[in-house]
């Protein structure tokens, strides 16, 4: 695949360039690897103040359609990045990586606001959550069913807001 370059501005406001070497897209999120990354990393569209490579790589308004998240519909979205999912199998999460007490807290979160907490990656998965120990067959195995990687600041960001950061 093809090589992405941005400029770009993160939800506390710092700038930097971004280049990724894997990326996938939907209408409202650019979700990639840079070189030496071990995890995709994702970025809102709306943040992205320039394209230095690739723009007319991106698919635009052809783009599958981005999760529209409420913090108090969590459970009840229907538009996810991935459309094949049953309305059963909307925001599955699995956590990984994470210290015991740390990981049982955020399921907790995460349960308290209507997703499914799960152990295991599967085709339905929407959200991989991953800590600093994270095994990356896990990773590989929720990225090939479609779900949306991220860490513990973006998954809170997510229960508070609705949004990804």
Not at 56 to 78: C, D, I, Q, R
Not at 114 to 123: H, I, L, R
Not at 135 to 141: E, H, L, Q, T
């Amino acid at each position: 695949m093809a090589v992405v370059k941005f400029s770009y501005r993160d939800a506390k406001g710092d700038v930097t360039e971004r280049e990724l070497i894997q990326w996938s897209e939907n209408s409202s999120y650019i979700q990639g690897r840079s070189q030496g990354d071990t995890f995709p990393k994702t970025f809102r569209k709306d943040r992205i103040i320039e394209f230095m490579q690739g723009e007319e790589l991106l698919l635009n308004g052809a783009a599958p359609p981005a999760p529209k998240l409420k913090p108090s519909e969590l459970a009840a979205t229907a538009a996810l990045s991935n459309p094949n999912k049953a309305a059963n199998d909307l925001n599955k999460i699995l956590f990984t990586g994470f210290p015991s007490t740390y990981r049982s807290e955020l399921e907790q979160l995460a349960e308290g606001r209507g997703m499914n907490v799960v152990k295991t990656p599967s085709k339905s998965l929407t959200f991989l959550c991953y800590g600093d120990n994270a095994g990356p067959s896990k990773v590989a195995k929720a990225q090939e069913a479609g779900a949306f990687i991220i860490d513990s600041d973006q998954f809170l960001h997510l229960v508070q807001t609705g949004e990804l950061p």
